[in-house]
């Protein structure tokens, strides 16, 4: 241990700004969810991560350092950052060497959709464009394997003993907070289905959007462009939202899905479970998956059927094949040996079909995970083709600030790997109100009613979770 402090000290001085040391020590088998709501977690950040295909599942709790950043070149100067933060980091195993599991996140990270030309008004006001902050403490758990990691700077005239104590005071406490029960969280339920304090919606405004846009893309101006609304919800007099408890619930309802809860101490929370992923790398292995073409399913009719149907469709599988197309491009020249499978695959959610293309590669060693993200934010999935045109007429059309929906979610490890997603099948949450949004993907020949239809089955899947307790 004294050893480490030392490399972070002489690291710090070499850098001039403090060092980072994280100590590990291995858990006995353990959820990290099963600490969402304990009341040490009160008035912190909090991030609740869940990944099925990968089985990992974390929090992340208090924030040791964060950058915040606004503007155009937020994903180059979180790309620096992030390096410079790996070289300033130090990882240590508390006592045995075999607990340090250096793939545990070393910082969480999100950007907003699309930067704000001005200052945010309303619900998104207080989000910036880009966020990144090293938690304190994460409980981390991947297959059998369950670790805590605590983290503290180190600067160049650090006292070690000094850091050692505040590191061990940390991990005691870390330790008995996931060891033993907290107390009981108020009773939730469910806000009692998807149109329980719904606020009014606007059928009619929706239709001409997509009139307008569908007339657009049949003047050649727009391929694709995806369109998005949001929904909002009241909570009942006397309740307020739970958001650990409905990210709680979308784990639980939607599988094949990664859940995420990013929980701030003001009491407003952007929750989601989203089936999209953005990239994942390991080492040199890239992965990402193209998303796109929807079929609500149906407990009356087959999903073998629905499925086929889902296959056979020409306006899904030309939406689909434009955005597997269009990421392909963006990676070539990040990677080599890009594998891209000529055909979908169908992808069975809670509420719905979708057809989906994965593409692997090898990472060429000049690119980072986060310059991947800047490459291939926004998919035509969540934006439009050509992106530059379909952006703009979203700006000028879409009557909706996305905020961090749809926007790239994730984390990256000291070694750099990791993994975002897209952050749809999203709400944004405060004690009184809640507001989900859903868009989908319009082509020259999309039907307005189809879409409508298309977003609700979306925005099912995020309703039915909301969950209340007593204020």
């Given at each position: ?342 055909a979908p695959h169908i992808v069975a959610l809670a509420d719905v079909l979708h057809l989906e293309t994965s593409i692997t590669g090898q990472r060429l060693p000049e690119h980072s995970l986060i310059d991947l993200v800047g490459r291939l934010h926004p998919t035509p999935a969540v934006g439009g083709l050509p992106t530059g045109a379909a952006l703009r007429w979203m700006a000028e059309h879409e009557g909706l600030d996305r905020g961090w929906y749809a926007g790239p979610i994730g984390w990256f ?59």
């Amino acid at each position: 241990m004294l050893a480490a402090i030392e490399r972070a000290r002489v690291l710090a001085d070499a850098l001039g700004e403090p060092a980072v040391v994280r100590v590990h020590v291995r858990l006995p088998q353990v959820d990290p969810w099963r600490l969402l709501g304990h009341p040490a977690l009160d008035g912190h950040d909090v991030v609740a991560w869940y990944d099925d295909a990968e089985d990992r599942c974390f929090l992340a709790v208090h924030v040791l350092e964060r950058l915040n950043v606004q503007g155009e070149a937020r994903f180059a100067q979180v790309s620096a950052h992030a390096a410079a933060l790996q070289a300033r980091t130090v990882d240590v195993a508390w006592q045995d060497a075999a607990d340090l599991d250096p793939a545990v996140p070393l910082a969480i990270n999100a950007f907003a959709f699309a930067t704000a030309a001005a200052p945010r008004q309303g619900e998104w006001a207080s989000w910036p464009d880009a966020s990144l902050w090293v938690p304190h403490a994460v409980v981390h758990r991947r297959h059998a394997r369950a670790t805590l990691v605590v983290s503290e700077h180190v600067a160049a005239d650090a006292v070690p003993e000094r850091i050692i104590a505040e590191l061990e005071r940390n991990l005691l406490r870390v330790s008995a907070a996931v060891r033993e029960p907290h107390p009981a969280r108020p009773d939730c339920a469910p806000l009692t289905g998807p149109t329980a304090g719904r606020e009014p919606v606007d059928h009619d405004r929706w239709q001409t959007r997509v009139l307008a846009a569908r007339e657009r893309m049949r003047d050649g101006a727009m391929d694709k462009v995806v369109l998005a609304r949001a929904e909002s919800w009241r909570a009942p007099e006397g309740q307020v939202f739970a958001p650990f408890d409905t990210a709680e619930a979308l784990r639980k309802r939607q599988a094949r899905c990664t859940t995420f809860a990013w929980c701030r101490p003001d009491g407003q929370a952007f929750v989601g479970a989203t089936p999209e992923l953005l990239v994942r790398v390991s080492g040199d292995h890239v992965s990402t998956v193209a998303f796109a073409g929807t079929a609500r399913r149906d407990p009356n009719v087959d999903d073998q059927l629905l499925a086929a149907r889902l296959m056979d469709s020409a306006k899904d599988r030309h939406e689909q094949q434009l955005v597997t197309d269009t990421i392909a491009s963006a990676l070539a020249p990040m990677t080599r040996s890009l594998q891209v499978p000529s055909a979908p695959h169908i992808v069975a959610l809670a509420d719905v079909l979708h057809l989906e293309t994965s593409i692997t590669g090898q990472r060429l060693p000049e690119h980072s995970l986060i310059d991947l993200v800047g490459r291939l934010h926004p998919t035509p999935a969540v934006g439009g083709l050509p992106t530059g045109a379909a952006l703009r007429w979203m700006a000028e059309h879409e009557g909706l600030d996305r905020g961090w929906y749809a926007g790239p979610i994730g984390w990256f490890d000291v070694a750099g790997d990791g993994a975002f997603v897209v952050a749809i099948r999203s709400v944004l949450l405060d004690r009184e109100r809640a507001s989900a949004f859903a868009g989908c993907g319009l082509v020259p020949d999309s039907d307005p009613e189809s879409e409508w239809t298309e977003t609700l089955s979306k925005l099912r899947a995020v309703s039915l979770a909301l969950a209340v307790h007593p204020a």
